[in-house]
């Protein structure tokens, strides 16, 4: 307003007038800091029961191969409690082989694939998919995770399925959300060897 009631000819005092009680009553408000909005974020942490023995797991001189091919040779690991393990490797250079000869979905040619004593495994697939998809997300839950309603919906708010969410059918969910869903199952079981792949 000051500035059109500068470039007018002659200035206008009337819009200086206006400019002048605006600023005296933008001065008069009271100032708010901008809200902080937080990302949401899953709230993470496993239950661990009973813990496995020292040596969680062990492949001694292991090889592996499918049509000549050859994955593993002579291949050795050592996993023990507590530690984090990561395998990487370009792809087809026997990392979900290996990871399938844990979960005893595969055979090594020859060697020794051992869990440890006590080892009880939970697998988070890259892709996850449940028997009924027709379904809601907090009966899924609890087929696994025997709770009453209303500790299965706090759990599930926890993995950012929250209010009627958790009464979706699992068919319309996106990959991510299967995921979630899948993973608040396993932090919610009695495993303490956890393998995402």
Known sequence: MKEWANQANPPNEGLHKRARNMERAL?????????????KKMDLSFTQLDRSGKDALKLIEVNKGFQQQTLLKEANMLVQY??????????????STIVKMVLG??????????????????????????QDVEMRVIDVFRVEVPVVEGDARHIL????FYGEGVFRKVKGLSGGEKMRLRLAQLMHQDINFFIAR
């Open 27 to 39: 001065e008069r408000m009271e100032k708010l800091k901008r809200p902080v909005i937080e990302a």
């Open 82 to 95: 507590g530690d984090r393990t990561a395998i990487v490797g370009r792809n087809g250079t026997g990392k």
């Open 105 to 130: 979905l595969e055979a090594p040619d020859s060697g020794v694939v051992k869990v440890g004593s006590n080892v009880r495994i939970g697998y988070l697939s890259q892709t996850t998919d449940f």
């Open 157 to 160: 708010a926890r993995f950012m």
